[in-house]
C-alpha cells in the first residue's frame, strides 16, 4: 500500500509497463526478508522443535504399550509423587517470598534496595551443580551443621527436606523478579485511595493490590512451577539417588536412560515435555490477552 | 464566608532528604470555603495537601482537625476525601464499586446495608451526572467522566475535607472548564469544605473562595482572588498571577519615579530608594516622547481574544516588555515608540 | 506543648503511609538469608579454608584445568553463535508479519519450559551417530555426540532464549521514525540499519551474550548425555564437581565451585556495567 503512495511521479512510462515498486524504507527487501524468516525458522527447528519431537517419537518407539508401561512401575509413581511434593512446597514458600519481598521493594523507598534485588537474583547466576553443592556444604555429614542434625536423626541431604530446598533454590527469584517491575510501575496511588477511603493495609492488599497483580502472579507462579518441576542438576546433587525414595521425575529419566532402558526415560521424559508444552501454551495465552498485566513497560494495546 | 476553622495548619516542616519542601507553615482552612493552593511545581503544595491527608508526615508541626490535633491521627481514621491527580480509580473494579468502596471497607458493624449503599452511590452518580454508568469500567470512562467518578468515590464516606490534588491537571482544555464550573456548583450545593491544589493560577482564581499562594515551601499570601490580585504583597505573588512588567524606580516622599519622572504608583510609606515597579500589560499606554516613562521600538504585535498585544524592545536594555492595548491599529515593527505607565506596584529592590 | 523532636535528615527509609514495610522487609531478608545467602556462605567458608593456594593447585590440577578450559572455551563459543542467531530471530519476530508468528515466538522459550534432562537426552538420541540428525553428520564425517561439539550444540539451546530475550524488548521499542528521518536523509536501508538501529542494540546483544554464556558455563543437565564426559576432551566444570562430591572430595568441589561463582559474578558485574553504561548513553537498558 505504502510502496504505491510514495512512487515518484516521473517521467511518463509506457503504460503497459508495471508501475516501479518502491521499498518501504522502513524494512528490508522481499529477498531478504524471507531469507531471513527462513535462517530463523530453520535454526529454531533444528535446534528447539527437533528435540521436542524427538522426545515423543522415542517415547513411542515401540508402541503404546511400552510406553504406559514406563508408568506401570512403582518407583516411576513415586517419582512423580515426589517431584509433586516437592513443586507443591516450594511454589508456594516462593510465592509468599517473592509477593512480600515485591511489596517491601515496590511500595517504599529504601537505601541497598539495588542491592537487595541483585541479592535476590542471585540464584539465577549459580550454576544448578553448586546451588545443590552449598546445601551439602550445610547439611551434609561433612557439612556446617549437618553432623549435629544427623545425630538428632535429622536427615536433609539424601532425602526429601533437601530436595525440596535445592528446588526452592534455584526457583527463588521467579515471583519476585516478576512483581517488583509490575508492582513498582503500578506505584502507590491505588493503595494510598484506598487508605483515605477507610481501609486496612490488609484489606487494601486484598482488595486493590492483589486483583492488580493476579495476572503476573499466575505467570510467574507458572514458570516457578515448571523450573521446580524440571529442575535437574541441583536436585540431582542432593538427592543421593535413592530409587522409589528420593528420585523425581528428571533424575528418574536420568537413570532409566544410563540403564538404557530408552523407551521408559523418553516415556519418563514425554511427561515432563508435556508439562513443558502445557506450561509454553498457557504463557503465550497470558502474555497475548494480559500483556499489560503481566509484565512493567508492556504496552498495551 | 468567614465560617469558623475547620483544619488548622500550624508551623508545619519538612524535608526530603535534604531538600527542604516546607518551611514553618501555617494556614486556616475555615469551614465550608474553598480554598485553592496555588504555586509553581516544587513549591510545596502536593506535599502540604498529602500532609492534611495522612499520606505524608511532617518533620514538625501539627494539624489540628477541628480543635482535635491530628498530626498523629493514621489516614483511615481522618475521614478526608482526597482525589488523586491521575484519580487512582481500581481498574478492575466497576464504577459502582469503586464508589462503594468506602463504605463497604467498613467494619460489619459500621458498614451500611447493601441497599443504603446501593442507594448511597445512586445518589451520587446522579450528583456527577454519570447515572448509567455504575456497571462500566474506568478503562471505558473518559477522563473527565473518571475524575467525577474519583470526586464522587471520596464524597461518598462523607469527609471532613475534600482534597483534590491538581483535579483538572490531566484533562483537555475545554473539559478543564467545564468541570471547573461543575466543581464549583457541586461545592455550593454540598458546602463541603476543600482544599485543592493547583499551579494554574486562571483556575485558582476563577474557582475559589480563597487562594493561598506558595513558594518555596512558604505561604506567601492567602485571600479572596480579589485581594491577592489587589494587594499582593510580594514581588513573587504579583509575579506568579499573572504577565508583568519589572522596571527600575526609585521611591521618594510615597511618590515613585522611572527615569526621572513622576509615576501615579504610589509608594508604602517607609519605601525609599531604589524599587522595582511591576506593572501589568494593560498599565502601560502608549505616549508621546515627553510623557513617555520608558522608550523602545516594537517588535512584534498581535490579536488575541479581541486585544493587541505589543511586543515593544526597551531602550538600552535589551529587555522586551508587552503591552496590552484594546484600540490600537497594528503596529510596524521597527516603530519607535513611548510608553507611560498607568499604575502598577512597588516592592523593595 | 513540648515540640517534637525533629526526625534526622537522613533515614534508611522515607517515611510512607503504606503499612507493612517491617514486616515484608523483614520476612524479606530472614528468608533470603536462610535459603540463599547462608549456604552461599558456607560455600564462601569453606573455600577460604582452602586458601588462595589450595584453590589454585586445584585449578592448576590438569583434569581440572581443562574441564574448566571446556566449560568456558565452548560456552563463550556458543553464546556467540546464540547472540547472532538469536538477534536474527528477535528481528523476524518483531519486524516481519507471517503465518505462525506468534508460534515461533512461543517456540523460543522452550528452551526455559523444558527440564534440562529432558533436552539432555533428546539431544543425545537427535545426535548419537544413529539419530536423526547425527546419521546425517556422520555422512559428513562429522562426530557430534559424545564430543565438543555436543556440548556445544547443548549450550546454544540452552541460551538462546536469552540472547532473543533481551533483544526482542528493544527491536519493539525502536522509533520508526529515526528510520524514516535515516531514510529522509538519503541513506540506504543497509545504511541505516548499520548506523542508526544497530547501534542502540548493542549492550542488549552484549547483556544477551554474558547471559546466555553464564548459563552455559553452569549448565549440566542438558550437557551430560551428550557430552560423552571424557576426561581431558569433553567434561564440563559441573560434572567434575558432582564426580569431586560423589568420591567426598569436598575441597576440590568447593575449589572448583568457586571459581565458577567467581565467573558468575564477573559476569553478573558486566552485565550491570553494560546496562549502566546503555542507560548513561542511551537513556534505557
Redesign the interface.
Known amino acids: 500500500m505504502s510502496s504505491l503512495a510514495v512512487r515518484a511521479p516521473g517521467p511518463s512510462r509506457p503504460t503497459s509497463q508495471p508501475a516501479p515498486r518502491t521499498a518501504s524504507v522502513v524494512t528490508e527487501g522481499g529477498f531478504v526478508r524471507w531469507l531471513l524468516i527462513a535462517v530463523a525458522i530453520g535454526f529454531l527447528a533444528l535446534f528447539l522443535v527437533l528435540p521436542l519431537v524427538t522426545v515423543f517419537v522415542q517415547a513411542f518407539a515401540k508402541g503404546w504399550a511400552a510406553y504406559l508401561a514406563a508408568f506401570t512401575e512403582a518407583d516411576a509413581h513415586s517419582a512423580i509423587r515426589l517431584t509433586l511434593i516437592a513443586a507443591a512446597i516450594a511454589v508456594p514458600f516462593n510465592l509468599v517470598f517473592g509477593v512480600a519481598a515485591a511489596w517491601a521493594i515496590a511500595k517504599f523507598e529504601f537505601k541497598g534496595k539495588n542491592l537487595l534485588v541483585t541479592l535476590i537474583d542471585l540464584p539465577f547466576s549459580v550454576s544448578p551443580v553448586v546451588s545443590g553443592l552449598i546445601y551439602v556444604l550445610v547439611f551434609g555429614a561433612q557439612g556446617l551443621i549437618g553432623p549435629w542434625l544427623i545425630e538428632r536423626d535429622v536427615q536433609i541431604i539424601f532425602a526429601i527436606p533437601g530436595i525440596v530446598l535445592a528446588t526452592i533454590f534455584v526457583t527463588f527469584p521467579f515471583v519476585a523478579r516478576q512483581l517488583i517491575p509490575l508492582m513498582q510501575e503500578q506505584g502507590t496511588?491505588?493503595e494510598?485511595?484506598?487508605?483515605?477511603?477507610?481501609?486496612?493495609g490488609w484489606?487494601a492488599f486484598r482488595?486493590?493490590t492483589l486483583?492488580?497483580i493476579r495476572w503476573g502472579l499466575l505467570y510467574s507462579v507458572l514458570l516457578c512451577n515448571a523450573r521446580a518441576m524440571g529442575e535437574f542438576g541441583a536436585v540431582s546433587v542432593v538427592s543421593g539417588h535413592i530409587r522409589g525414595l528420593t528420585n523425581t521425575l528428571p533424575l528418574h529419566v536420568e537413570i532409566l536412560y544410563n540403564e538404557y532402558n530408552f523407551v521408559a526415560a523418553f516415556a519418563v521424559a514425554s511427561l515432563l515435555a508435556g508439562l513443558a508444552l502445557v506450561t509454553l501454551v498457557i504463557k503465550s495465552v497470558l502474555e497475548w490477552r494480559y500483556s499489560a498485566d503481566i509484565a512493567a513497560g508492556a504496552r498495551r494495546h | 464566608m468567614g465560617g469558623s476553622t475547620a483544619i488548622r495548619v500550624e508551623a508545619l516542616?519538612k524535608?526530603?532528604?535534604?531538600a527542604a519542601v516546607l518551611h514553618d507553615f501555617s494556614l486556616d482552612v475555615r469551614a465550608g470555603e474553598l480554598l485553592a493552593l496555588l504555586g509553581p511545581s516544587g513549591s510545596g503544595k502536593t506535599t502540604l495537601l498529602r500532609i492534611i491527608?495522612?499520606?505524608?508526615?511532617p518533620?514538625?508541626g501539627r494539624i489540628i482537625f477541628g480543635g482535635d490535633d491530628a498530626t498523629q491521627l493514621p489516614?483511615?481514621?481522618?475521614?478526608?476525601?482526597?482525589v488523586?491527580q491521575?484519580y487512582?480509580?481500581?481498574?478492575?473494579m466497576s464504577v459502582a464499586e469503586n464508589i462503594a468502596?468506602?463504605l463497604n471497607?467498613?467494619r460489619r458493624s459500621e458498614r451500611p446495608a447493601k441497599a443504603e449503599i446501593k442507594a448511597r452511590v445512586g445518589d451520587l452518580l446522579d450528583l456527577i451526572k454519570l447515572s448509567g454508568f455504575a456497571d462500566r469500567y474506568p478503562s471505558q470512562l473518559s477522563g473527565g467522566q473518571r475524575q467525577r467518578i474519583a470526586l464522587a468515590?471520596?464524597l461518598?464516606?462523607e469527609p471532613r475535607v475534600l482534597l483534590l490534588d491538581e483535579p483538572f491537571g490531566a484533562l483537555d482544555a475545554q473539559v478543564r472548564k467545564d468541570l471547573r464550573r461543575w466543581l464549583r456548583e457541586i461545592h455550593d450545593r454540598t458546602g463541603q469544605t476543600t482544599i485543592f491544589v493547583t499551579h494554574d493560577q486562571d483556575e485558582a482564581l476563577e474557582l475559589s473562595d480563597r487562594v493561598a499562594v506558595l513558594d518555596k515551601g512558604r505561604l506567601e499570601q492567602v485571600g479572596t482572588p480579589d485581594e491577592v490580585q489587589e494587594n499582593p504583597v510580594s514581588a513573587t505573588v504579583l509575579k506568579f498571577l499573572g504577565d508583568t512588567i519589572e522596571v527600575e524606580a526609585l521611591a521618594r516622599d510615597g511618590q515613585v519615579f522611572v527615569q526621572g519622572r513622576a509615576t501615579p504608583v504610589v509608594a508604602r510609606p517607609g519605601l525609599v530608594g531604589p524599587v522595582k515597579l511591576y506593572a501589568r500589560p494593560w498599565q502601560l499606554q502608549f505616549a508621546e516622547a515627553h510623557e513617555a516613562h520608558l522608550h523602545g521600538t516594537v517588535r512584534s504585535s498581535y490579536r488575541t481574544q479581541g486585544r493587541q498585544r505589543i511586543e515593544v524592545d526597551r531602550e538600552g536594555e535589551g529587555k522586551t516588555v508587552v503591552v496590552e492595548a484594546s484600540d490600537t491599529a497594528r503596529l510596524a515593527a521597527g516603530l519607535p515608540v513611548g510608553l507611560r505607565i498607568l499604575g502598577g506596584y512597588v516592592f523593595a529592590d | 506543648m513540648a515540640?517534637?523532636?525533629?526526625?534526622p535528615?537522613?533515614r534508611f527509609r522515607?517515611?510512607s503511609?503504606i503499612p507493612g514495610f517491617g514486616l515484608t522487609f523483614g520476612y524479606t531478608l530472614t528468608v533470603l538469608s536462610l535459603i540463599v545467602l547462608l549456604p552461599l556462605a558456607a560455600l564462601v567458608l569453606r573455600a577460604s579454608q582452602l586458601g588462595f593456594a589450595g584453590i589454585w593447585e586445584v585449578a592448576t590440577d590438569s583434569r581440572v584445568a581443562s574441564a574448566l578450559r571446556v566449560s568456558f572455551g565452548i560456552s563463550l563459543l556458543a553464546a556467540l553463535v546464540a547472540s547472532v542467531f538469536g538477534f536474527i530471530v528477535a528481528w523476524v519476530l518483531t519486524r516481519y508479519d507471517f503465518p505462525g508468528r506468534r508460534i515461533v515466538d512461543a517456540v523460543v522459550d522452550l528452551p526455559f519450559a523444558l527440564p534440562t534432562a529432558v533436552a539432555g537426552i533428546a539431544l543425545a538420541a537427535l545426535y548419537a551417530p544413529n539419530g536423526l540428525v547425527g546419521a546425517q553428520l556422520a555422512k559428513l564425517g562429522i562426530e557430534a555426540a559424545y564430543t565438543p561439539l555436543g556440548i556445544f550444540i547443548a549450550m546454544v539451546f540452552i541460551g538462546l532464549p536469552f540472547a532473543v530475550r533481551t533483544v526482542q524488548p528493544l527491536i519493539v521499542e525502536i522509533d520508526k521514525e529515526i528510520e524514516e528521518a535515516s531514510a529522509t536523509l538519503g541513506a540506504g536501508r543497509w545504511h541505516t540499519l548499520v548506523k542508526v538501529v544497530l547501534p542502540p542494540l548493542i549492550p542488549a546483544v552484549l547483556t544477551g551474550f554474558a547471559l546466555a554464556f553464564a548459563r552455559g558455563v553452569g549448565e549440566y543437565g542438558s550437557i551430560i548425555f551428550i557430552a560423552g564426559n571424557l576426561p581431558y576432551v569433553s567434561e564440563i566444570a559441573p560434572l567434575l564437581i558432582v564426580i569431586k562430591l560423589s568420591e567426598f572430595d569436598y575441597g576440590g568441589a568447593c575449589a572448583i565451585a568457586t571459581i565458577m561463582l567467581g565467573i558468575s559474578f564477573v559476569t553478573l558485574l558486566a552485565i550491570n556495567l553494560i546496562q549502566a553504561w546503555s542507560r548513561r548513553r542511551f537513556g534505557y537498558v
Not at chain 1, 494510598?192 to 481501609?199: D, M, Q, R, V, Y
Not at chain 2, 487512582?88 to 478492575?92: I, P, S
Request: hydrophobic content about 40%.
Open positions: 496511588a491505588e494510598e485511595a484506598a487508605l483515605t477511603l477507610g481501609a486496612s484489606h482488595t486493590v486483583p492488580n | 516542616s524535608t526530603f532528604d535534604t491527608a495522612g499520606l505524608d508526615f518533620d514538625r489516614v483511615q481514621q481522618r475521614a478526608v476525601g482526597f488523586f491521575h487512582a480509580l481500581f481498574k478492575h468502596y468506602g471497607a467498613r468515590r471520596a461518598a464516606v | 515540640e517534637p523532636p525533629l526526625r535528615r537522613r522515607q517515611p503511609v
